[in-house]
């Protein structure tokens, strides 16, 4: 079975800061997406970024940025000069392309509660 | 605008009646879910709907039904059986449920609270 784990329950930063959100997952599948999502107050989940397991390469658009790992099965993101306004909760998922009983659902990690103050 | 809406956003429920979720989206889209988001767990999955006139169970059916008779229409009733109703409800949707690359839009939530 697959499996997302966010370890950091809850980061505190000062604005501007850099802050680093970590995500690792696991499953048996060779082909498999990973997306990243932002929860802010209101509720409403926001699609972030999607990356499939056979494309490595980092991803930056503006303060963002991904740095995905296949040897670590890690997904990272990273918010550069962080504003208030990142303040949410942020979720990473796993999506798995074909087979099995999960195919075309999305598994989530328990989820990365960031407050920025400023 | 096109997106996904959610009624009532709160909703409280005494013990033992039904409710029910509305759901309504107007991207066009074939695939619709329904999850439950409890503090600490993140999101888990409780029906989902890869097209019209057909649903599937996900990880957490127990105490829940859904319907699926219009594209644009997925509600979720929360029955009496279901023990611990309290939380946060998401619905979602997206393009197709077999393309596992495309990510899937989500509604406002509604919070249910039982008294």
């Known amino acids: 079975a697959q499996k997302v784990t966010q370890a950091q329950t809850e980061i505190s930063v000062v604005e501007k800061e850099d802050v680093t959100l970590d995500c690792v997952y696991e499953?048996?599948?060779?082909?498999?997406?990973l997306f990243w999502y932002k929860q802010p107050p209101s509720g409403e989940l926001v699609f972030l970024i999607r990356?499939?397991?056979?494309?490595?390469q980092n991803e930056i658009s503006g303060r963002y940025s991904w740095n995905f790992q296949k040897s670590t099965s890690s997904f990272n993101f990273t918010i550069t000069a962080s504003q208030v306004v990142d303040s949410a909760v942020y979720f990473c998922?796993?999506?798995?392309?074909?087979?099995?009983?999960?195919?075309?659902?999305?598994?989530f990690g328990q989820g990365t509660i960031l407050t920025v103050h400023p | 605008d096109g997106g996904i809406t959610q009624s009532p956003k709160y909703l409280f429920r005494k013990e033992g009646q039904n409710v029910t979720l509305s759901c309504e989206q107007n991207?066009?889209?074939?695939?619709m879910y329904w999850y439950r988001q409890d503090p600490g767990q993140g999101l888990r999955l409780i029906y989902y709907?890869?097209?019209?006139?057909?649903?599937q169970k996900g990880d957490i059916a127990e105490g829940y039904s859904v319907s699926r008779e219009k594209k644009e229409s997925f509600p979720l009733t929360v029955t009496s059986a279901q023990k611990n109703p309290t939380a946060f409800y998401l619905c979602?949707?997206?393009?197709?449920?077999?393309?596992?690359?495309?990510?899937?839009?989500f509604g406002p939530g509604t919070r249910l609270t039982v008294l």
């Open positions: 979602a949707s997206s393009i197709s449920f077999g393309m596992s690359y495309n990510e899937q839009f």
């Open positions: 499953t048996r599948d060779t082909t498999y997406y």
């Open positions: 990356r499939n397991s056979f494309d490595e």
């Open positions: 998922a796993l999506s798995l392309r074909a087979g099995g009983t999960s195919y075309g659902k999305l598994t």
């Open positions: 991207l066009n889209h074939d695939a």
């Open positions: 709907s890869q097209i019209v006139n057909d649903f």
